[in-house]
């Protein structure tokens, strides 16, 4: 692989001659060394971290160009003209050139340009310890960002710590985020490193940044300020290196006017600003989504992925997601543990149910779209259902009656119903 570079001039961004001397000369140290004192191997380390930030800072209009032939060239068999300089790539050749950059995403992302432009900040601000602010609907992934940041960052083997803001009483934040002594207050038994203390020389994620009391936000400044930290309940500071990931769903700007939310807390955390776009703007992420999430859930409950009908693959498609990919997350869990082979319109949460989403008879698929064993099971699903809701009918929505006249264990009667996404308390007599 080569550097493209038009014109044959060197700009700023290092060749790969260099790049591989520099490597081989490190590659040499630790070849020929016997032994190896801490001191050599913290030089090794900076080393190899500068040489880390000079690769991630090589353009990627530089590195990749179509199929790195974009550099202009003539036809040998006609002499016709070059074809011109494609610099400006589609979205399918930034997320392809993201990827190939070695970039640590863990999950799967689409080509939405507002999503890729988001990446890709991240992905520049990943080498720097620069503070970064994520912010965007509940459920876009704001921490999935924040991973992606610390894994892309020269800090990627050390901790990672994450903190939910607004999970946190007013009277212990103080003592989790800092740590406290022993003594300190009651019920405080032993000395205690907080959260910033763990994440030293790693990275802290301060989710819901907008949920913290204005006094946090006091004590937050001042350590973003100083870099150091005193526990509850003592006199020392103690200094701390960690980088700091916050994130929010709401605005924070407005925060500001109403004067829930400092103004200088706000600017210290969003040197670097990257705002995710909701999963309703980013319709072409949702079939790589529902295969990744039908793959992962499959995997997590032991069990082979789950078909989907047409009609059910349709509605998931179309499907607003006001909780964004962690509402699609869960719908594909459920559809893995409450189908069988096949998942239905039938196994959505009934709150999102479309009305007419009783199950799908084999007749009313496509003949293409089943397999003989297929229709079989649908057809069996379909009278298995209808068992049940006349047997629920029959009792008034008894369970444990049901279970007894059709000496079955009640457990697996539970099963069942949620299987086909039947609730009892629908059948109870009104009266």
């Not at 380390?45 to 990749?64: C, I, P, W, Y």
């Not at 990672?160 to 002594?181: M, Q, R, T, W």
């Amino acid at each position: 692989m080569k550097l493209y570079n038009p014109g044959g001039e060197r700009g700023s961004a290092m060749s790969y001659a260099g790049l591989l001397e520099k490597i081989e000369i490190m590659r040499s140290t630790l070849r020929w060394a016997t032994r190896i004192e801490r001191p050599d191997v913290e030089k090794l380390l900076r080393q190899a971290n500068t040489l880390r930030d000079e690769v991630m800072g090589l353009s990627h209009k530089e590195r990749f160009v179509q199929a790195l032939g974009g550099e202009r060239r003539t036809d040998a068999a006609d002499g016709t003209a070059p074809e011109p300089l494609r610099l400006e790539p589609s979205h399918g050749e930034r997320r392809r050139a993201l990827l190939a950059r070695s970039f640590v995403f863990e999950g799967t992302f689409g080509d939405n340009p507002k999503l890729l432009d988001a990446l890709e900040i991240a992905e520049k601000a990943a080498p720097t310890d620069l503070p970064v602010l994520v912010d965007g609907e509940s459920g876009t992934g704001k921490e999935l960002m924040a991973k992606v940041i610390h894994a892309n960052g020269s800090r990627a083997d050390k901790p990672y710590i994450s903190v939910n803001c607004g999970a946190i009483p007013d009277s212990l934040l103080e003592s989790e985020l800092f740590g406290h002594k022993k003594g300190a207050f009651t019920g405080a038994a032993n000395d205690r490193k907080g959260k910033f203390e763990s994440a030293h020389k790693g990275t802290i994620f301060l989710d819901e940044i907008g949920e913290l009391p204005l006094p946090g936000q006091v004590k937050l400044l001042r350590v973003l300020q100083s870099h150091e930290i005193q526990r509850v309940g003592s006199d020392e500071t103690i200094s701390v290196d960690a980088r700091i990931v916050a994130a929010t769903n709401k605005n924070l700007r407005k925060l500001i006017e109403q004067g829930s939310f400092r103004e200088d807390l706000f600017y210290r955390l969003s040197v670097i600003h990257v705002t995710l776009p909701p999963l309703r703007e980013r319709k072409d992420e949702i079939p790589l989504l529902i295969a990744y999430y039908g793959d992962e859930s499959a995997e997590a409950l032991g069990r082979a992925p789950v078909a989907l009908t047409p009609r059910l693959r349709d509605f998931l498609l179309r499907y607003g997601y006001p909780g964004n990919i962690r509402e699609l997350r869960n719908i594909m869990y459920r559809i893995s543990c409450l189908a069988g082979e096949t998942g239905d319109l039938s196994h959505l949460p009934e709150d999102i149910r479309p009305v007419n989403a009783l199950p799908q008879s084999a007749a009313a698929v496509p003949a293409a779209a089943l397999s003989m064993a297929e229709a079989k099971r649908v057809a069996s699903d379909e009278a298995e259902r209808g068992c049940l809701e006349r047997g629920l009918q029959e009792v008034g929505g008894n369970v444990a009656e049901l279970a007894r006249r059709w000496e079955m264990n009640r457990s697996h009667l539970q099963i069942l119903l949620k299987k086909h996404g039947l609730h009892s308390k629908d059948f109870r007599k009104q009266g």
